[in-house]
């Protein structure tokens, strides 16, 4: 059977319009789902939900099971009584990029808020509704244990905490648990209201024939409740501070390479627990989303250790990860994998065969098929149809920022190879995507709008600035839904009616 052609688009929720400064899981993003639904799109990307920490990177959170508070929408906690119409109206709310730190200073203290009413008592429902989460969620207490230790040693990292808690003899676990347990409650609560309101979007968006694309980095931050929680399996000395950590080489685009400085897998024990942290990890990603996008998936092939002590990515070496037998345990315990592999970059042949042996589709970038000539392998006329296109990602310029960056050589590949004049080279290029072969494409939303380059949501490198863009709301008018339906169904990516 011929799979399913199908289109969507890249927002990540804290993109979208709303009150309190950041985009919600509430109103805003029904009208999203709304729009996606009416131009013919039945795929919605977004990136990591976890709670970020420094930097507000999503690919660098305190935990890969948790969501981030600063996504719930406080108008539904209205709704149920938590909060007071009053405690949320005067909420600023400013255009233009989020302001972390502000929307973290007016937001959390609101979330405490309801929480405290709630537990206070209420609705006998709503509380055993409460409980059963608590009960059935293997990965919460760990969680929002780490998340009050943090709060009471003043935000220090885990391995500033007293090394019996460091190092979490049963005593400290059970001590902290009673002594911090109404924060402990305040954080089960908030992870209570994240769920409920990100599966009720997900029910309204599959209701409306839109799958929801997550996203799975496959590192985890070392400030996190993973490596508190799990320090055995990862790469780390006696006094709990990691001995390699993650990154890629030195390249065309970096003479030093990245230090990313995540801690390193140990997949010997991974592999003698039977991937155990790994396959819980993935089951609650896939009761989140109804694809996963895994990125750098090249990792799991082979990946760059770099001594901690080294300031660069230079001195590292290639190790080799877990390979067939990580995806097997992971098929035997979770059945069928709807995953996406992020293989961009450098890949090697052992990597595409890894890919292809569990039929994963990989990933394709327009912005990165005009350097050079026919062969490049990102030019649609490559393309096998197992693979998603996009015209850039969360990593990369807007492609109206990418194609006022091009130097005139290859602007001109450009034109030529779509065989247009440079009106709307943005549109022309979605208008080759969603033609593709490729099974998915995806549009980044700022490439709808022909945004440029000051609207990028990521520029890697920078530990500063990134990830505050907004949609302007109203912006994805009528029109452009409707020009982007047509080329739907024009190349055969409407599902459904």
């Known amino acids: 059977m011929r799979p399913v052609r199908r289109s969507g688009v890249l927002l990540h929720p804290t993109s979208l319009p709303g009150p309190g400064g950041i985009g919600s899981l509430g109103a805003a993003a029904r009208c999203f789902v709304d729009f996606l639904h009416d131009a013919g799109q039945s795929l919605w990307q977004v990136l990591p939900l976890g709670p970020t920490g420094f930097g507000n990177s999503p690919y660098s959170c305190y935990s890969a099971f948790a969501g981030n508070p600063l996504l719930i929408d406080l108008a539904q906690l209205v ?66 244990l780490f998340m009050a230790c943090k709060e009471h040693f003043h935000g220090k990292g885990w391995s500033h905490w007293p090394s019996d808690l460091t190092q979490r003899t049963r005593e400290a676990y059970e001590n902290y648990s009673e002594k911090l347990g109404h924060v402990i409650g305040v954080e089960k609560y908030i ?22 694309i997550g996203d799975a980095p496959i590192f985890v931050a070392y400030d996190s409740a993973d490596v508190w929680c799990n320090q055995h399996l990862f790469w780390l000395d006696e006094k709990g501070s990691p001995t390699v950590v993650a990154g890629v080489p030195p390249d065309y685009f970096s003479k030093t390479g990245q230090r990313w400085g995540n801690p390193l897998y140990r997949w010997e024990r991974m592999t003698a627990e039977g991937f155990a942290w790994w396959i819980a990890r993935m089951r609650n990603d ?98 096998e149809p197992n693979c998603v296109v996009y015209t850039g990602t969360h990593d990369n310029d807007t492609t109206q ?71 302007s709301a109203g912006a994805l008018t009528e029109g452009v839904g409707q020009r982007l339906r047509e080329l739907t169904v024009l190349y055969g990516r409407k599902v459904g009616k």
């Open 79 to 144: 709704e149920e009584g938590d909060l007071e119409p009053g405690e949320i109206s005067s909420l600023p709310d400013p255009h233009g990029p989020v302001d972390f730190v502000a929307v973290a200073a007016t937001k959390l203290p609101l979330l405490r808020r309801a929480a405290d009413r709630f537990l206070a008592g209420g609705d006998p429902n709503r509380t055993e509704e409460f409980w059963r989460f608590c009960d059935a969620t293997g990965w919460l207490h760990d969680y929002a």
């Open 286 to 383: 896939l009761g989140l989303y109804d694809i996963v996008r895994i990125d750098h998936f090249r990792g799991f092939e082979g990946f760059w250790e770099i001594p901690a002590r080294e300031k660069t990515a230079v001195m590292g070496r290639w190790a080799k990860g877990p390979g067939g037998s990580f995806f097997t345990a992971l098929e035997s315990s979770l059945g069928h994998l709807p995953l996406i592999a992020e293989d961009l970059g450098v890949i090697t042949p052992e990597v595409e065969a890894l890919r292809d042996r569990f039929g994963f589709p990989g990933m394709k970038i327009l912005q990165f098929a005009f350097d050079s000539g026919p062969a490049n392998s990102y030019l649609p006329h490559n393309y």
């Open 191 to 212: 992870q209570w209201q994240f769920s409920r309101q990100w599966h009720a979007l997900r029910a309204y968006a599959n209701l409306r024939g839109v799958l929801l």
């Open 401 to 471: 920022g990418w194609w006022e960056s091009r130097g005139e050589k290859e602007r001109s590949r450009v034109l030529h190879y779509l065989r247009t004049d440079n009106r709307e080279v943005v549109w022309d290029l979605i208008a080759c995507a969603l033609a593709s072969v490729a099974r998915w494409a995806v549009i980044p939303a700022q490439d709808l709008l022909m945004l440029g380059g000051s609207d990028r949501m990521n520029l890697p490198g920078n530990a500063q600035g990134n990830w505050g863009w907004r949609l």
